[in-house]
Every structure is written in structure tokens, then in C-alpha cells.
């Protein structure tokens, strides 16, 4: 693509301003479009019919003054390359609620998914549906009691919502509510009633598809304590080969197909979204993947999509709706088994690997689910759903301690083991997961139901969900002689005779 110069808004918008638009534009486009002879989604309009309203030169004209750093960025998009102007995204008619008179145009400062929906409309619909964009409905979870109560109201304005998004909230003016915008989380709910945002991983006003195939776009949100997905990558290879590598990833490619655009190493997008052994790209997040790695008790899920746009998961073994049927007042367009979804994983994988490094790693993958689930979730969930049945506990969630700790091991130690497994960071698999949800059962977890159910009853609770199981053996009956014997003789051979005190 061609950058224009500092200074060369001109040339942007010479097309409108000369009123010969699509003579000029003819001789141009071929030329800029061509840069990779991809098979990227297109927008469907043309510039002077669906775009290039004449009336948006002023907003430049003006706003080139009074905000020339949002103009510039503007000007180098894509957008602005093409004529997209201020207007065609910022138009509202008398219908939107979030609509007020601008220097003679009625025009809203937000632009939702469905004002871009006008011009991509691939996009949109694959996004809509998502996780992602659902991901502003929080108000019925424990993290959000957590925010709301027990944190504070501020507290989930400028963070949760920050990632989530907010329900945008419009004053008389027509122009939103401080308190709810600015905003760009995942999931807002807009006034026009769509899910979304787009610019939280476009950034405005370049809005660059390369900007948003960084992995540090996605760690805005998947960052932190509680799903460190950012920190794992940063911790695998392909993160530290992307690095290394940045100048050869070819971001700005057209189609960026896994192993023929680029070759250094896959970002976040590659595997999540872009294009890549055989699999088209798509902005919905949650088609390649096989478990919910969230949850106190993984699952595999299969993906129910419906007529109406909207989709939802239906876990492993729950009996799955076929295409053509009706659910949740829609019809039923597609079905995407678990091993559907994680089979487009791994035909992006292939695009630089093999099959005996693509299925050893969802072999150690699927295990350290299993580990988790079965030695620690299962068990410590049972104790404490049969801790509030015998009203040793209260039902209400955060008024004890034993409630934080199982909080804690399940939602952040537990899930870092989960994320850092399925992405290849042994660091958080191990330290910052399995070794803290397993330090912290024995340790916190197990003397905290003493102190609450009492010696007594604390040991029929264990007796009856830990010692079943193989892996608890060694809490109950010490570690067998033979092991430790093992391990006298490693450390002599490295370290000497006598070195393990
Ligand atoms: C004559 C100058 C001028 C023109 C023409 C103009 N603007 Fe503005 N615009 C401003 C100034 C100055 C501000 C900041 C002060 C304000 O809110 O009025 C602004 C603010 C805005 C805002 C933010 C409003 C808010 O409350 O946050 C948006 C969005 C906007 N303009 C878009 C446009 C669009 C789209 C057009 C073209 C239809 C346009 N402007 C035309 C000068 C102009
Ligand atoms: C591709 C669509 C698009 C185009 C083209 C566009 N905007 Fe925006 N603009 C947005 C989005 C998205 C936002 C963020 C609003 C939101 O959160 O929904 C925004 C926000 C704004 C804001 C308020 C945010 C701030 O940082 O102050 C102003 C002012 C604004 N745009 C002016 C302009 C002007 C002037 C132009 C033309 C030079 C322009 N926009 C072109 C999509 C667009
Ligand atoms: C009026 C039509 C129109 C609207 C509305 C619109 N776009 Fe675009 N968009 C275009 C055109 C035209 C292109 C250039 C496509 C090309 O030639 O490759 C483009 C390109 C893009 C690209 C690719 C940029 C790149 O770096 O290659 C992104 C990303 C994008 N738009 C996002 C958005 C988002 C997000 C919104 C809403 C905030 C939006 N667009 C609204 C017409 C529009
Ligand atoms: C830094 C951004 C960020 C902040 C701050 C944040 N979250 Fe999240 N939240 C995420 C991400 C990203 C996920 C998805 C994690 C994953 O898939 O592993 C998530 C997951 C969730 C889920 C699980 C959704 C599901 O489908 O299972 C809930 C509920 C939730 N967050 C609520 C909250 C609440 C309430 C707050 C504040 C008290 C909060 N979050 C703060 C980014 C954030
Ligand atoms: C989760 C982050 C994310 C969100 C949210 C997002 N995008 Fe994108 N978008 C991307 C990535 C990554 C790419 C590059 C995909 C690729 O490599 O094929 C992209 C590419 C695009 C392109 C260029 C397509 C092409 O093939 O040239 C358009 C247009 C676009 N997005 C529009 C949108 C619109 C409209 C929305 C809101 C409905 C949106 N995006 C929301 C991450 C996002
Ligand atoms: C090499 C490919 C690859 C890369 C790079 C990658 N992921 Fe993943 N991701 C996976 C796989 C594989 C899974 C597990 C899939 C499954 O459940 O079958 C996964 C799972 C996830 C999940 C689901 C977690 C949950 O709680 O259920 C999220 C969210 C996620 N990745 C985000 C990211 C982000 C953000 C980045 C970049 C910082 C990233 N991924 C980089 C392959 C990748
Ligand atoms: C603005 C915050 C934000 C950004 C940026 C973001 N995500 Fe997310 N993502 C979330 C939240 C929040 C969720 C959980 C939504 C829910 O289930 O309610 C999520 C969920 C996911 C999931 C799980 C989907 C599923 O079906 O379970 C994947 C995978 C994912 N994101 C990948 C990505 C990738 C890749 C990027 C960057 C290209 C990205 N995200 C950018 C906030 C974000
Ligand atoms: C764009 C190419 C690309 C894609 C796509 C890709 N990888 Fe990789 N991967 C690499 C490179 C390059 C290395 C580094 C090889 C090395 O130095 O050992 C690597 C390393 C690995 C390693 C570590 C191997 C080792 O010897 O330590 C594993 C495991 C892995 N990838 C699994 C996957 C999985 C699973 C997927 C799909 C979900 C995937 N990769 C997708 C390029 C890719």
C-alpha cells in the first residue's frame, strides 16, 4: 500500500475534491489494490456510490486544525487512501439516538459494528455471535459480584469494563455518558443494539489489519493473573522467535497466509484467525478451539450456529442439535463438532509442522487439562458444593476464606496451567500454575475445611472425594520408600555422597 508523505492529505482526498472521482480513482485503484493479488474479503461498494460523500471534505477541511494528529493517522489509512471519509463512518440520521447536529451534519461519535457492518459485511457476521462479542454480558457472573461488591463500581468501569465493554449510555445531548465512554471493550453494547467493537483491535483512525496481527493487540485484554495469554506466548517460541524475527512477518501482506506470506512464527491472529493450511481467515475466535479453558471444570465444546447470527457452545456429550433444526427461537445453519473446531487448528499448524509435533503437543495439551480437572477441580468442587448442602458455609460467594482459596486455584493458578499448556509456556504450566494449585490444596485449601467442618468431618470429606484418587496418595500415606530411594541417588550423582539432607 502506498503511504502518503506528511502533508499529502491532499492527494488523499484530490479525488472528491476535484469531483472527478471515479476517473481519477479508475486509473489509481488497479495499482494500489494489486499489492498482493490475494484473496482478501473485499467491501462490496464503490467509492463515490457506497463512500466518498462530499460532504465529509469540510470534517477534514476543519478537523485537520483542530485534531490534526487523528486526522493524519486518517489520512495514511486504508480509508483515507480510499476516500472513506469522516462522514461515511460518523453519519447518523434522526433514528439513532446517538445522533446530534455537527457543524451542519447529523453525525455520532460512536461508530459501532454495524455502521463498518455497511461496508464489511464478513467481518461483522463472523464476529457477531462470538465470544467476543458477548463479552459485555457479565453482569450474572462471580467475577462480577466480586467487582461490583465486594471491589467497588469505579473499580469495574475503567477495568472490567475496559475489556469487556460497557452499555453505552447517551445524555440529551445525544453524545454518550462520560461514565460509559470512552470505551472500546470487546463486547459493548451499543445504542444501534449491536455487540462490539471493532476498533478494539483496529485501532482508529489507521484501522490497520497489520497493527492487528500483533500479538500485543490481543494482550491488551488476555494479559494478567487470571488468563496470562500474552505472557505465555511471550514465554514459547513462537513468541520469542516473533520477536526476533518481526521484520520478516510481512504484516502488511494482503491474504497473510501461514507458511506462504510469512514463515518466522504465528502470532495470536494466525492461529486464531488469519489464513493458514487450508483454512480461510475468520473473526470469530472461538472456531479453532476444542475446550473452555475457563471455567472451574473444563469441558470440550461443540458449536452450535444459529439463522439469526447468534451461536452457542453445547459441551461434550450433551446432546447436540442437527443443522435444520430449531433452537433458541432460530434455526440451525451449522454444527461444528469439538474435533471440528480443533481439526482447524491443526491444519493451521500444518502450514509449518507435522503431524508428530502438532499432535504430541495436543497429546501433553490434553493431559494437563486432565491432570487439573481430575486430581484438583473435581474433588475440591465436590467438598464445597457438599460444605454448603450441610450449611457449614453460607451460600453466598467471597464471605469466606475457604471460598477465595478455591476461587483463586480454580481462576487464576488453574487457569494459567490450562492457558500455558495449550500455548506453549512451560513457565506458566508449571511455577505459575500447577505447582501454586497444587501448594495451595494442601496447604491452604485442605486446613482452612479443617478449621470450618472440623477435624472430624474434614477427614470423612477427604476420605470420601481426595482418596480415591492415585495422585492424593502420597498427602495420605507419605511417598513410597522406592521413590524417595530414586531420588538420594540423582542428587548423590550429581551433587556428592551424603548431599540430600
Ligand atoms: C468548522 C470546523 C468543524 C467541522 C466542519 C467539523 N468539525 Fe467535528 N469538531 C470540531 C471541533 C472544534 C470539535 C471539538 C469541539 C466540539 O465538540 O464541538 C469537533 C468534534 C467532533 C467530534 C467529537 C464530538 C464529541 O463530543 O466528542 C466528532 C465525532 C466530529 N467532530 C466529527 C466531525 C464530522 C464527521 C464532521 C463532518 C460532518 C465534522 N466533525 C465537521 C470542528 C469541526
Ligand atoms: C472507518 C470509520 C471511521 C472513519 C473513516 C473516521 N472515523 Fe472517527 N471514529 C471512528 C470510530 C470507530 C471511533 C470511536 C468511537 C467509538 O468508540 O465507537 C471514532 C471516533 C472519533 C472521534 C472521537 C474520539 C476522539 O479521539 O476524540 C472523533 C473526533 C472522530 N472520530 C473524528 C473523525 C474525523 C474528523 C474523521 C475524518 C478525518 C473520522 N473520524 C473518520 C470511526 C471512523
Ligand atoms: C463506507 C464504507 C466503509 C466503512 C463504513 C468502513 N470501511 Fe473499512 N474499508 C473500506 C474500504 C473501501 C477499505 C479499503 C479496502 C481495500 O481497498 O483493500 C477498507 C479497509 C478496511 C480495513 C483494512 C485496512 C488495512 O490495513 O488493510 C480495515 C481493518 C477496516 N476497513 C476496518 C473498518 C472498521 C473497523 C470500520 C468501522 C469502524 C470500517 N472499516 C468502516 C470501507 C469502509
Ligand atoms: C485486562 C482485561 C480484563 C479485565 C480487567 C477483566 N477481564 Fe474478564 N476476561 C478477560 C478475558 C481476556 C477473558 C477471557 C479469558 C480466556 O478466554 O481465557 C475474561 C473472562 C471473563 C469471564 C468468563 C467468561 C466466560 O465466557 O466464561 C467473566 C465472567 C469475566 N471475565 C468477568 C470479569 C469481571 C466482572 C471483571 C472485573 C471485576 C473482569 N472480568 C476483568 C479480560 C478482562
Ligand atoms: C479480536 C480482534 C479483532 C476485532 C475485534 C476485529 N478485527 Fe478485523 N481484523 C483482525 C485481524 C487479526 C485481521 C487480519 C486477519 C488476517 O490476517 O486475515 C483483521 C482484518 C480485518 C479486515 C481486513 C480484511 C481483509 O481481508 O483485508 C477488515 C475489513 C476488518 N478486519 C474489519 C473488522 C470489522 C468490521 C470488525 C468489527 C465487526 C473487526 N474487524 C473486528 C482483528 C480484529
Ligand atoms: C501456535 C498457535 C497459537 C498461538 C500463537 C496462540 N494460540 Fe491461543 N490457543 C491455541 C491453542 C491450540 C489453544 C487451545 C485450543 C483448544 O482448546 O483446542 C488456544 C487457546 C486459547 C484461548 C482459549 C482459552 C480459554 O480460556 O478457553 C484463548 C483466549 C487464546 N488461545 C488466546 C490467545 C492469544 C491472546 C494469543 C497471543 C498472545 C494466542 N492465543 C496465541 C493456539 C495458539
Ligand atoms: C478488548 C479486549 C480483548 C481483545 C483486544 C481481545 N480479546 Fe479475546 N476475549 C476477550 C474477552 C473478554 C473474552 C471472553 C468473552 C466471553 O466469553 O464472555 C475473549 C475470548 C477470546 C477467546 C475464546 C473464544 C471462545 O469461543 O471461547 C479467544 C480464542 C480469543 N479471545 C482470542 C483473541 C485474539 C486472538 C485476540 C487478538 C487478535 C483477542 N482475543 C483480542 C477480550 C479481548
Ligand atoms: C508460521 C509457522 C508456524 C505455525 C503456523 C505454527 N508454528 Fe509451531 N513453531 C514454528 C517455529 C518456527 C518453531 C520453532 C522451531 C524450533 O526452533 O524448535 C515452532 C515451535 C513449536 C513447538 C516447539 C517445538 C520444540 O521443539 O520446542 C511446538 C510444540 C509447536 N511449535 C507447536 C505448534 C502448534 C500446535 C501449532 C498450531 C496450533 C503451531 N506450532 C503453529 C512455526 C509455526
New binding site residues.
Given amino acids: 500500500m502506498k503511504i502518503l508523505k506528511h502533508g499529502c492529505w491532499k492527494r488523499a482526498f484530490l479525488p472528491i475534491s476535484l469531483g472527478t472521482a471515479l476517473v481519477v480513482l479508475a486509473g489509481v485503484v488497479p495499482v494500489i489494490l494489486d499489492v498482493d493479488n490475494g484473496e482478501a474479503a473485499r467491501p462490496a461498494g464503490v467509492y463515490g456510490k457506497d463512500w466518498g460523500d462530499p460532504?465529509?471534505e469540510?470534517?477534514v477541511?476543519?478537523?485537520r486544525k483542530?485534531?490534526p494528529g487523528l486526522n493524519e493517522e486518517w489520512n495514511k489509512s486504508m480509508h483515507g487512501q480510499r476516500g472513506v471519509n469522516?462522514?461515511d463512518c460518523?453519519?447518523a440520521d434522526g433514528k439513532d439516538k446517538d445522533s446530534f447536529r455537527?457543524?451542519?451534519?447529523l453525525?455520532?461519535?460512536i461508530v459501532t459494528p454495524k455502521d463498518c457492518a455497511r461496508c464489511h459485511t464478513k467481518e461483522f457476521e463472523e464476529m457477531d455471535g462470538s465470544h467476543h462479542s458477548k463479552g459485555g454480558q457479565i453482569l450474572a457472573s462471580l467475577d462480577n459480584l466480586l467487582g461490583e461488591v465486594v471491589g467497588g463500581p469505579a473499580a469495574v468501569n475503567a477495568g472490567c469494563k475496559q475489556c469487556h465493554g460497557s452499555v453505552i449510555e447517551i445524555g440529551e445531548n445525544g453524545?454518550p455518558l462520560p461514565t460509559t465512554w470512552p470505551n472500546t471493550g470487546i463486547g459493548r453494547i451499543n445504542p444501534d443494539g449491536s455487540l462490539g467493537s471493532c476498533t478494539a483491535c483496529h485501532g482508529r483512525h489507521r484501522f490497520s489489519k497489520a497493527q492487528a496481527r500483533t500479538p500485543d493487540t490481543c494482550g491488551k485484554c488476555h494479559v494478567g493473573p487470571d488468563h496470562p495469554q500474552i505472557e505465555v506466548y511471550n514465554e514459547s517460541k513462537h513468541g520469542i522467535l516473533y520477536h526476533a524475527k518481526v521484520g520478516e512477518m510481512n504484516l502488511e501482506s494482503d491474504k497473510w497466509e501461514a507458511g506462504v506470506d510469512y514463515s518466522a512464527a504465528p502470532t495470536c491472529a494466525t492461529c486464531h484467525m488469519s489464513a493458514g493450511g487450508g483454512e480461510t481467515s475468520t473473526h470469530n475466535v472461538g472456531e479453532r478451539i476444542s475446550w473452555t479453558l475457563r471455567p472451574p471444570i473444563s469441558v470440550k465444546n461443540n458449536l452450535v450456529k444459529l439463522k439469526n447470527g447468534d451461536e452457542f457452545d453445547v459441551p461434550e456429550g450433551k446432546p447436540l442439535p442437527k443443522v435444520g433444526s430449531k433452537a433458541k427461537g432460530s434455526k440451525v445453519t451449522e454444527v461444528l463438532t469439538w474435533k471440528e473446531r480443533r481439526l482447524k487448528m491443526q491444519n493451521v499448524c500444518t502450514a509449518c509442522h507435522t503431524d508428530s509435533v502438532i499432535l504430541g503437543h495436543y497429546n501433553q495439551f490434553d493431559k494437563v487439562v486432565d491432570l487439573y480437572n481430575e486430581k484438583f477441580a473435581k474433588p475440591i468442587a465436590a467438598v464445597m458444593s457438599d460444605l454448603k448442602k450441610s450449611g457449614k458455609i453460607t451460600k453466598s460467594p467471597f464471605d469466606e476464606k475457604i471460598e477465595w482459596i478455591w476461587w483463586e486455584i480454580w481462576h487464576h493458578e488453574g487457569r494459567r496451567a490450562r492457558h500455558g499448556a495449550s500455548m506453549n509456556g512451560p513457565d506458566y504450566t508449571w511455577w505459575h500454575g500447577i505447582y501454586e494449585v497444587a501448594k495451595h490444596t494442601y496447604f491452604e485449601f485442605i486446613p482452612e475445611l479443617e478449621k470450618v467442618a472440623g477435624k472430624k468431618d474434614a477427614k470423612e470429606l477427604l476420605d470420601k472425594h481426595f482418596k480415591p484418587i492415585a495422585g492424593h496418595s502420597w498427602y495420605f500415606e507419605g511417598m513410597n520408600p522406592a521413590q524417595l530411594e530414586a531420588v538420594r541417588k540423582g542428587f548423590e550423582a550429581r551433587y556428592g555422597k551424603g548431599s540430600l539432607k
Fill in positions: 460532504k465529509g469540510e470534517c477541511l476543519c478537523h483542530h485534531t469522516c462522514l460518523h453519519k455537527h457543524k451542519g451534519q453525525i455520532s461519535v453524545k
